[in-house]
C-alpha cells in the first residue's frame, strides 16, 4: 500500500523565516504534485515535478523532487502572512489512470 | 479554464437516506474521482472513472457507489447515509496524458445527522 507522509502536520512560523515542508513517499514514482488550499477552499495546483532532480520555484515557494530517495520539499523563503494555508503533496501512480494519493497536508500559519 | 462544479456546497442529511453527490466538468476530460477530505487524514480516494460507464474503487469505496453515464458527470452515491460519512467530498477530473495534475471541485460539506 503506497504511504505518502508529510511533515511537519503543523507550522507555525514568523514572518520572514526560512522553512522547509517534506514529504516522504513508499512506492516509486517520477510525478509529484504541491497543492495549496485555503480555508473553506478548493485544492489549487503550486507544482509538478516530473523526473529526479526536477526543481520548481515560484515567488516564494520553491519545490524539489529526489525520486530515489522518494522525497519531496517545499521550500518557504522569508515567510508572509499571505501564504498560510494547508499544503499537500501527492504522488501519482497507476500509469495512464494517474490516481493521485495526497499526504495528510501540513497546516502552515505565518505570524506577523 | 477547467471548471468543475459540485452542485452542493453544504448538505444535512438524515442517517439511512439516500444521497446523490453532482460533479460536472466543461472540458471533456476522461477521468474524473471522487475525495473525501478529513481533518488529520488528507484526501483520500473513494472511486474514479476513466471514461464514460467506467469506474474503479479507490481506498475506501465502502458506503459508497458512483455513475457516470456521460462524459461530464460524476455522481457519488451514499446508499444509506450514516454519520461517519459526515466529511468534505472533493471532486476532481483531468485529461488523459496530461501530467499537470487534476482540477478540483469547490468541495460539498456534507453533515449526516
Known amino acids: 500500500e503506497l504511504k505518502v507522509e508529510q511533515n511537519p502536520l503543523f507550522l507555525s512560523m514568523q514572518e520572514g523565516k526560512n522553512y522547509t515542508i517534506y514529504c516522504n513517499y513508499s512506492?516509486?514514482?517520477?510525478?509529484l504534485y504541491w497543492y495549496r488550499q485555503d480555508p473553506g477552499k478548493s485544492l489549487e495546483s503550486l507544482f509538478v515535478l516530473l523526473s529526479n532532480g526536477a526543481v520548481k520555484q515560484e515567488g516564494r515557494l520553491m519545490a524539489s523532487l529526489d525520486t530515489k530517495a522518494r522525497l519531496s520539499t517545499l521550500h518557504i523563503t522569508a515567510a508572509v502572512h499571505d501564504l498560510s494555508a494547508t499544503y499537500f503533496c501527492a504522488v501519482a501512480i497507476g500509469g495512464a489512470t494517474n490516481k493521485l494519493i495526497f499526504g495528510t497536508g501540513t497546516l502552515l500559519a505565518v505570524q506577523p | 479554464d477547467v471548471k468543475v462544479t459540485q452542485s452542493s456546497r453544504y448538505l444535512v442529511k438524515r442517517t439511512g437516506e439516500k444521497v446523490f453527490l453532482e460533479c460536472v466538468q466543461d472540458?471533456?476530460?476522461?477521468?474524473m474521482f471522487w475525495y473525501r477530505q478529513d481533518p488529520g487524514l488528507g484526501l483520500r480516494l473513494i472511486y474514479f472513472?476513466?471514461?464514460?460507464?467506467?469506474?474503479e474503487k479507490g481506498d475506501i469505496p465502502e458506503g459508497y457507489s458512483v455513475s457516470r453515464e456521460k462524459k461530464e458527470r460524476f455522481s457519488l452515491i451514499l446508499e444509506s447515509a450514516s454519520t461517519n460519512q459526515t466529511s468534505m467530498y472533493l471532486c476532481?477530473?483531468?485529461?488523459?496524458?496530461?501530467?499537470?495534475?487534476?482540477?478540483f471541485g469547490s468541495g460539498t460539506r456534507l453533515t449526516v445527522v
Open positions: 472540458m471533456d476530460h476522461e477521468n
Open positions: 476532481a477530473s483531468r485529461v488523459v496524458g496530461d501530467n499537470y495534475g487534476y482540477t
Open positions: 512506492t516509486t514514482s517520477d510525478r
Open positions: 472513472s476513466y471514461d464514460v460507464k467506467m469506474k
